[in-house]
């Protein structure tokens, strides 16, 4: 018999999809896969030579387990240039990915009785972190119609005297939506009050396609540093998803705490991958805004592609690399039931790898990443467009 608090989480849906495409392009399938949630570039050469000057320097031992000096520095000072925030290495912890920032912290600050909101459609792991801490997730929705954005009120009319959490992720994923800053700002003014956290997850902080004021790092700090958990990861900002590199930025109470978690479960991250997100912080940041240049032509493309059929309803997303639309239209009582449904037969007959909205806590809808090349999105698009109409011909649609 397994542990009780197995029985509360799943599988990452995301990686389930992921894991089945890779099985199936391995026996030699044609799939196009559009489900992937990494960047499809290499890892830029200079952070890839200092690992391997890592190596040939013999830099392969543990390292203090909340992570090397250098790096931690290297996570402030970027936050610093970039978001005008000042962290010192004790307020710092480096983490196997993002992923992992996020679950010490909530293991460290949640519980039993303990309410925390956080917000769908989204990414599913915050949900099952939440339970994992054995606290209650309060989950807020957001509107494809109001463009998937998470409103102050919203969040507001979620809180009670339980509230112990708030879990914001912006970019999004699925949806690549932003919060407002002034929506942040006013969520934070009455968590400070209250004495709540907020742990923010800006994964794909990097990954934003026009000039938005969206500093939310400083908005919490001017307003709840002593209650903000900045949640950060090398993985899609310089394509090092492999890598397992993130950080938590958090009062030094706190990483004390996360680094005591670490130090008996997973200890330090890679000394060689630590060596790489140094080079990638502090190194040229061109690498990154070449990426995001190409994503944007990506999307831009892909959403035009797409709109030869008006009825995929989807919006232009902000940030991250996803496509998030409604598929509601073709599907039916009679033919495809669900996304998850449409999902499974894009798979299996137009040889498509794509995630179904249930991942996210939002049916109806499918997650077509951009991170591939622009010939497999055009033929990607063209196997979509082309299965959702011969279902149509097959009398599908509802309308
Ligand atoms: C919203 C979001 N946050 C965090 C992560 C964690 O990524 P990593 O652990 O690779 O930093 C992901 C990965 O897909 C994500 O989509």
């Not at 830029?44 to 190596?55: F, G, K, N, Q, R």
């Not at 290495?89 to 293991?107: C, D, R, S, V, W």
């Not at 879990?167 to 969520?187: H, K, Q």
């Amino acid at each position: 018999m397994l542990a009780q608090r197995t029985t509360r989480i799943a599988v990452s849906p995301t990686m389930k999809v992921a894991a089945e495409a890779m099985r199936l392009k391995a026996q030699g399938v044609d799939i196009v896969d559009l489900g992937a949630g990494e960047p499809d570039f290499p890892t830029p050469t200079h952070v890839s030579a200092a690992a391997h000057a890592a190596i040939d320097g013999h830099f392969t031992k543990y390292t203090t387990n909340s992570g090397t000096d250098e790096l931690k520095q290297a996570v402030c000072a970027r936050y610093r240039q970039d978001f005008g925030v000042e962290y010192t290495p004790a307020e710092a912890i480096i983490t196997a990915g993002g992923k992992q920032a996020l679950y010490n912290a909530a293991m460290c600050l949640f519980g039993p009785g303990d309410e925390v909101i956080t917000h769908m459609p989204g990414w599913p792991t915050l949900v099952e972190q939440i339970k994992l801490s054995e606290a209650t997730p309060v989950i807020v929705r957001t509107h494809a119609e109001d463009g998937f954005r998470l409103r102050a009120q919203t969040v507001l009319d979620a809180l009670t005297s339980n509230t112990r959490g708030i879990v914001i992720n912006s970019p999004g994923n699925p949806t690549g939506a932003l919060i407002d800053e002034a929506d942040l700002a006013a969520i934070a003014d009455e968590a400070a009050r209250r004495g709540i956290w907020i742990l923010l997850d800006l994964c794909y902080e990097k990954l934003i396609y026009d000039t938005t004021p969206h500093n939310l790092p400083r908005v919490l700090a001017e307003r709840m540093r002593d209650h903000t958990v900045l949640c950060g990861s090398a993985s899609k900002a310089y394509a090092m998803t492999g890598w397992r590199c993130g950080w938590a930025l958090a009062p030094a109470a706190l990483v004390n705490a996360c680094n005591a978690l670490q130090s008996h479960s997973t200890s330090n991250v890679c000394s060689i991958t630590q060596k790489a997100a140094t080079a990638a912080l502090t190194g040229p940041q061109k690498c990154v805004t070449d990426m995001l240049d190409e994503y944007r032509r990506r999307r831009d493309q892909l959403c035009e592609w797409l709109a030869a059929e008006p009825r995929l309803r989807l919006q232009k997303p902000a940030g991250a690399f996803y496509l998030f639309p409604d598929v509601s239209e073709f599907l039916s009582p009679d033919g495809i039931r669900t996304s998850a449904a449409l999902a499974q037969a894009l798979l299996d007959d137009a040889r498509v790898a794509i995630t179904a909205g249930e991942a996210f806590d939002a049916p109806g809808f499918i997650r077509l990443s951009y991170a591939t090349s622009m010939d497999q999105l055009k033929r990607g698009s063209e196997r979509i467009i082309e299965f959702v109409r011969a279902l149509e011909k097959r009398g599908n649609a509802v309308a």
